[in-house]
C-alpha cells in the first residue's frame, strides 16, 4: 500500500462552519478572513450573514430528511385553545386532512370549517412540519449547497454581477445536487411514502 506523508501541515477535518461559509463570501470580495461574524464592524460581514440566512432558509423550505418530521403532533394550548407554531418553522401540511379543515395564518393554526383559532375539543391535530434548522445543525451536503448559494447571491449584491469573481450557476447546480443525491439515500423515498408530497396528495383522494 502507498504510504502518506502526515509530516506536513494539517489541513481542516471538520464541516464546514457558518464562519467558514461568511469568509468565503468574503474572499470574493478580496477582503481578508475574520475570526467571528459577531462585532467585526465590517459592512461586508453583515451582508454575508444576512446571504447566509436567505439562502439557508431558501434550500430548507424545500422539506429535507434532516429537516421534516412527519405525523408531527401539534398540541393545542391549554389556556387559550390555540395551536401557536414554534417560529423555526419554515412550512406545515396537515396530514389529517379528512378529519379537520385546518390552514395556517401566520404562526397560527385556523379552523377554516368553523371559522376560529380555538380548538376546545381536539387533543393534537397531526401535520408534516419543515423546520428551519441552525448551520451547524445540518449535513455536509446542505451547508455546501446552501454556502454556494450564499456566496452567488452576495457575488450580486457586492458587484452586481453572480458570474464575476466567484462561483458560478454551474457550481450551485452541482452543489445542490450532491444534496439531492444524499437525501435521496439518506430518506430511502418511494412512490408510497408520505415523505414524497405529490404522490401522497394523490393517494389520499382515495
Known sequence: FPSHDISGPMLPTTLTSELDAVNMMLSIAGEAPVNSIIGTGLGDVAVAVQCLT????MVQEKGWTFNTDYEYELVPDATTKQIVLPTNVLRCEFTDKFTYDVTVRGQVVYDRYNKTYEFPSVTSIKATIVWF?????????????????????????????????????????????????????????????????????ILERY
Open 54 to 57: 436567505e439562502a439557508s432558509r
Open 133 to 201: 434548522m441552525p448551520f451547524e445543525m445540518m449535513p455536509q451536503a446542505a451547508r455546501q449547497a446552501i454556502a454556494i448559494k450564499a456566496s452567488r447571491i452576495f457575488q450580486r449584491r457586492v458587484f452586481g454581477d453572480s458570474s464575476m469573481n466567484g462561483y458560478t450557476q454551474e457550481e450551485e447546480y452541482q452543489a445542490f445536487s450532491s444534496l439531492q443525491d444524499q437525501d435521496c439515500d439518506v430518506g430511502d423515498y418511494n412512490i408510497f411514502s408520505y415523505a414524497n408530497y405529490d404522490t401522497a396528495r
